[in-house]
């Protein structure tokens, strides 16, 4: 078995402590209208990661454990914080970068706990989609004809 990196390790920590459940690499909340899904993504083209954000809309239709791309909104984390912190976040996801592992950890878990918790409440309804954290997320996410027909409210 090969060992885990400190990017696999602090995902899954905080995979372990933000969401319920987990399955095929993906870690899924679920409340009464959505599926919030978050996935570890590694590059093909070197030690580099990229976190998935994906939400799965219940009106459509029931679905226990949806991966990221059979979701109605998809995106990339990197595409939801604001300037700045997408460019820190690339590097503490770019096992290249010169940074200790102790110092990757915390501020990993910090851009996770400020900026993905918020996205993954307002995440929990239609509703929250619609406005604030939750319209961001969708603003900056691939939304699938249903989805959008959903969030329209139709």
């Keep these: 078995m090969s060992q885990r990196n400190v990017i696999q390790t602090t995902f899954d920590e905080f995979g372990r402590a933000a ?6 690499g993906s870690r899924h909340r679920q409340s009464a209208e959505t599926i919030v ?3 570890l993504q590694k590059s093909n083209y070197g030690p580099r990661y990229y976190v ?8 459509a ?3 226990t454990a949806p991966k990221p791309w059979e979701c109605h909104v998809q995106t990339r984390l990197g595409r939801v914080v604001p300037r700045g912190v997408d460019d820190r976040l690339r590097e503490l ?3 290249d970068a010169p940074i200790a592992d102790d110092v990757r ?3 990993l878990l910090g851009v996770w706990r400020e900026h993905l918790l918020p996205v993954r409440e307002a995440a929990a309804t239609l ?7 939750g319209l961001r ?3 900056a996410s691939l939304v699938n004809g249903e989805g959008q027909r959903l969030l329209a409210g139709r």
Excluded at 127 to 133: F, I, P, V
Aim: no cysteine; glycine share 8%.
């Design 19 to 24: 969401f319920t459940t987990k399955k095929s």
């Design 37 to 39: 899904v978050l996935h």
């Design 52 to 59: 998935n954000v994906a939400v799965w809309l219940l009106e």
């Design 61 to 63: 239709g029931p679905a």
């Design 93 to 95: 996801l770019d096992l």
């Design 105 to 107: 950890r915390e501020e």
């Design 127 to 133: 509703n929250g989609l619609r406005s604030g954290d």
């Design 137 to 139: 997320l969708v603003q």
